[in-house]
């Protein structure tokens, strides 16, 4: 079965706490050349059959609903697996 992507960041104006704290985690542990962290989102939502209308439809969803546009942009819509019906993996 298909798996739709959607992944979701903070906008890059924004502070992201989290990001800071895993940074910081990182640089006491010594790894000195990270230079900054953010923390996102990512979904995996599984489907039936995947077409141009239903990613549209999956598109709005994520503007609407799995992400905050005040606070976050939806960077990437996409079909992980698209395996033709009764093939497994």
């Known amino acids: 079965m298909p798996t739709i992507v959607v992944e979701v960041m903070p906008k890059p104006e924004l502070l992201d706490p989290a990001g800071k704290a895993v940074a910081g985690a990182l640089h006491r542990l010594g790894h000195d050349r990270v230079r900054d ?34 606070i976050e942009t939806v960077l990437s819509v996409e079909v992980l697996d698209e395996s033709p019906a009764g093939e497994t993996h």
Do not use: P, Y
Request: hydrophobic letters at 45%.
């Open 37 to 70: 962290v953010r923390i996102g989102k990512r979904f995996e939502l599984t489907v039936d059959t995947v077409d141009e209308e239903l990613l549209a439809s999956i598109e709005t969803v994520a503007a609407d609903i799995l992400s905050n546009d005040v």
